[in-house]
């Protein structure tokens, strides 16, 4: 099992939909992760921190679920402007600080 | 600056060549890091370093490989005799102290390295 998978996707959506995309990490020992945005040949950027069961920021909201060692990201009333690429990142806790294990990401397209 | 910067943003070199790609961090960030990013993948941890300090280099794919941050400050990443493998973005990004763990990490732009 990889250390972090993630579907590739792509996901098409209209604008306005909800979209979740799902990550599956291997060390179960994990207590932190993390949700990257990363625009088509821009570099990624910090969305969203998970510490405990979850975070909710505005139309973005971030589960845990431990029990099953998967975490997710739900997205309300896509905008044009969520169009990107999704990664999902877990520290590497056999590795120094900032050594972080980034999934392949999920595509997003939403669509007018 | 406002940001990560690197440079150069595009470089092309011929298989065997050596190449140096620069990042110059947010001022005052003590932690600085390289990732590798290949087409369709995520990025993949190279090295860190906490001021001049090189504390990891356990992601560095081979003794081609060096990375350097003699005053703290700016970084090189020197990949010697390129090989078409190595092609890839390289990115720098840095934190404002030691809690690359929590995730903040600000990444520059990226250096893309095609190797012909």
């Known amino acids: 099992r990889k250390e972090v998978e993630q579907d590739p996707g792509p996901f098409n959506v209209p604008e306005g939909a909800t979209v979740a995309f799902n990550c599956t990490y291997s060390?179960?020992?994990?207590?932190?992760f993390f949700w990257y945005r990363q625009d088509c040949r821009k570099e990624p950027k910090l969305l969203m921190s998970?510490?405990?069961s979850g975070n909710e920021d505005g139309r973005f909201t971030a589960q845990l679920n431990r029990a099953s060692q998967y975490i997710s990201l739900l997205i309300r009333d896509s905008k044009l402007s969520d169009s990107a690429t999704y990664l999902c990142?877990?520290?590497?806790?056999?590795?120094?600080?900032?050594?972080?294990?980034f999934g392949k990401g999920t595509k997003l397209s939403v669509k007018p | 600056g406002a940001g990560v910067s690197q440079s150069p943003r595009y470089k092309v070199a011929k298989r065997g060549q050596d190449v140096a790609l620069r990042c110059d961090p947010i001022?005052?960030?003590?932690?600085l890091f390289w990732y590798q990013q290949a087409l369709g993948q995520g990025p993949e941890f190279l090295t860190y370093?906490?001021?001049?300090?090189?504390?990891?280099k356990s992601g560095l794919p081979s003794d081609r490989f060096f990375a350097e941050r003699p005053e703290g400050s700016v970084s090189t990443l020197k990949i010697q005799r390129t090989q078409q493998e190595d092609s890839a973005v390289y990115l720098c990004?840095?934190?404002?102290?030691?809690?690359?763990?929590?995730?903040?990490?600000?990444f520059g732009e990226g250096s893309r390295l095609t190797v012909l």
């Open positions: 990004a840095s934190s404002l102290d030691n809690r690359g763990n929590t995730g903040e990490l600000f």
């Open positions: 060390n179960s020992a994990s207590q932190s």
């Open positions: 998970v510490y405990s």
């Open positions: 990142v877990v520290p590497n806790y056999g590795g120094s600080q900032g050594n972080l294990i």
């Open positions: 001022s005052g960030h003590v932690s």
């Open positions: 370093f906490q001021n001049e300090a090189q504390l990891d």
